[in-house]
């Protein structure tokens, strides 16, 4: 079992719609969650941290985390054309572990 | 304020040689951490340093070594490369460690 899983995709979304990413992980003690964006040839650019169960909601993104279920999700709303990207999930304990990230395609 | 900057961005190199990169962090930032990003393996994480010491190593043979100055700068070094040492190398920074990490461009290493 991967310490961080994501689905590979392609995630294919209508633009406008809500695209959800989601995240496991299998270190209990971890206490850290990140979201990153990478577009092609570039490299990962951090959109959102939570550290507490819960929503956190910044701009068009939603950040949930359920430590009970070892399970962080990002949510996309209104989904553009530009938010077409891999995405990345990245969970700490004593040291940070990336996943093998989603890649979205937001369709026009 | 200036972001992440790491030198070269491009590197070509020969089995054999050896190769050190720099990695300079957000003014302020304490932390850095490199990471090894490939297409097959992902972004693998390499190690971490806070206040010049070496905090996490991650499952890199000896040849891939670190270290951070007291400006904390930081470089890594890859002795007698291999072609699988092909990757783009990538430097974050963060304020303290355990915080939220900012990545730099890249260097991007090819071995012949």
């Known amino acids: 079992q991967k310490e961080v899983e994501q689905n590979s995709g392609p995630l294919s979304v209508p633009e406008g719609a809500i695209a959800s990413l989601n995240c496991t992980y299998s270190?209990?003690?971890?206490?850290?969650f990140f979201w990153y964006r990478q577009y092609s040839g570039k490299s990962p650019e951090l959109i959102m941290s939570i550290y507490s169960n819960g929503d956190k909601e910044d701009g068009r993104f939603t950040a949930q985390l359920n430590k009970a279920s070892q399970y962080v999700s990002l949510l996309i709303r209104d989904s553009q054309p530009s938010d077409s990207a891999t995405y990345l999930c990245a969970v700490r304990a004593s040291k940070i572990i990336f996943g093998s990230g989603t890649r979205l395609s937001i369709r026009p | 304020k200036a972001g992440v900057t790491q030198t070269p961005r491009y590197l070509i190199k020969t089995r054999g040689q050896q190769v050190t990169l720099s990695c300079s962090p957000i003014?302020?930032?304490?932390?850095v951490s490199w990471y090894q990003q490939t297409p097959g393996q992902g972004l693998q994480f390499l190690f971490e340093?806070?206040?010049?010491?070496?905090?996490n190593k991650g499952n890199f043979p000896g040849r891939f070594s670190g270290r951070q100055f007291s400006n904390s700068r930081s470089e890594m070094n890859v002795s007698t490369l291999e072609l699988g040492d092909s990757a783009l190398y990538l430097c974050?920074?963060?304020?303290?460690?355990?915080?939220?990490?900012?990545f730099g461009p890249g260097t991007r290493l090819t071995v012949l």
């Open positions: 270190d209990r003690g971890s206490q850290s």
């Open positions: 340093y806070f206040s010049e010491t070496q905090r």
């Open positions: 003014s302020g930032h304490r932390s």
């Open positions: 974050a920074s963060s304020l303290v460690w355990g915080n939220e990490q900012f």
